[in-house]
């Protein structure tokens, strides 16, 4: 069995994407599955087309998308993905779509078909500062991932597939004292977690726990 992670270049000024440092610290195979990394640019369209074109050659079991979300302190499993394109900031090839649908024969959202309670239990269960998200954006992030599950959706309904958020790293925070950060021995220590649950909850049912929110 195989899971394809991807991760994203850095981007909005950053030197580093801590997504991309923590994906490539990982071992190439946790428990039965082989990991393939895949890094993807910061860019509408192309990193979805690399990312399909991906599973089109290694045909993986699962995919999860990892991504830098500056500002938040936790682990975030992403619940949904929505089928618009809205930039506030330029990809690093300078396209800034707004309200572009990405497909007009998509449905509205997409959920994330990985176990992403399980996924927060787990961590919180080690200690790791989890938490569910209801908005993936409307950047490359919520793109890419509403690109993969629209893929899964019309051409490989057995492809497990969703997003996860990571917060900054320390060195990224030096001059914005006011953001949290996660060391990334801390990052690769979740996402292997992250990967063992999907391995666990392959043929399971995700829990049934409280992890919405009110806002």
Do not use: W
């Not at 640019?41 to 998308?65: C, H, N, Y």
């Not at 490359?140 to 997003?163: D, E, R, W």
């Amino acid at each position: 069995m195989k899971i394809l992670l991807t991760a994203f270049t850095p981007f909005d000024g950053e030197s580093i994407n801590p997504a991309l440092e923590a994906m490539k610290l990982l071992p190439d195979k946790i428990g039965n599955l082989q990991v393939l990394k895949l890094e993807v640019p910061t860019v509408f369209g192309k990193s979805a087309r690399l990312v399909i074109e991906t599973i089109e050659q290694e045909k993986p079991d699962f995919v999860l998308s990892i991504g830098q979300a500056g500002g938040r302190a936790e682990i975030t499993p992403e619940r949904i993905a929505i089928n618009i394109d809205d930039a506030r900031i330029p990809d690093n090839e300078g396209n800034q779509p707004v309200d572009q649908p990405i497909y007009l024969d998509g449905e509205n959202a997409y959920f994330s078909t990985l176990p992403i309670k399980a996924l927060v239990a787990e961590l919180t269960k080690n200690n790791i500062p989890a938490a569910i998200s209801n908005t993936a954006g409307t950047f490359v992030c919520n793109h890419i991932m509403y690109q993969v599950l629209y893929y899964a959706s019309k051409n490989y309904p057995t492809l497990k597939a969703g997003f996860i958020h990571v917060p900054f790293l320390p060195e990224q925070v030096k001059d914005k004292n006011q953001f949290p950060s996660m060391e990334l021995e801390e990052m690769v220590h979740a996402l292997t977690l992250c990967v063992e649950t999907v391995i666990e909850y392959q043929d399971k049912e995700d829990l049934k726990t409280i992890g919405g929110a009110i806002h």
